[in-house]
Nanobody, 115 residues
Framework: QVQLVESGGGLVQPGGSLRLSCAAS????????MGWYRQAPGKQRDLVAT???????NYADSVKGRSLISRENGKNTVYLQMNGLKPEDAAVYYC?????????WGQGTQVTVSS
């Protein structure tokens, strides 16, 4: 079907920035919604940001104003730029793609925020 591979996670200092990438194995034109969830140890998986095929975006209140999701269909890739990172942002970040019928998930990329 489709594979989603996240990259760009790692260790960053508080206040720093990361750009996460989600590369799909084929065209993402059929996925109306794509975006990111995150899950910290002992916590539920929470929505971070979404983007539609026409570029409409939504953000969780916790990241609004310091994060930017973008979608480049020609590269089959969705990005999440995160600025002003806080310790509470530390989590495994998962990319998802939804056609309205099925939802697919990547394997996750870990973000650690520590000095």
């Amino acid at each position: 079907q489709v594979q989603l591979v996240e990259s760009g996670g790692g260790l960053v200092q508080p206040g720093g920035s990361l750009r996460l990438s989600c590369a799909a194995s084929r065209s993402i034109s059929n996925f109306y919604h794509m975006g990111w969830y995150r899950q910290a140890p002992g916590k539920q998986r929470d929505l971070v940001a979404t983007i539609t095929t026409v570029g409409a975006t939504n953000y969780a209140d916790s990241v609004k104003g310091r994060s930017l999701i973008s979608r480049e269909n020609g590269k089959n890739t969705v990005y999440l730029q995160m600025n002003g990172l806080k310790p509470e942002d530390a989590a495994v970040y998962y990319c998802y793609a939804s056609s309205g019928t099925y939802t697919y998930w990547g394997q996750g990329t870990q973000v650690t925020v520590s000095s």
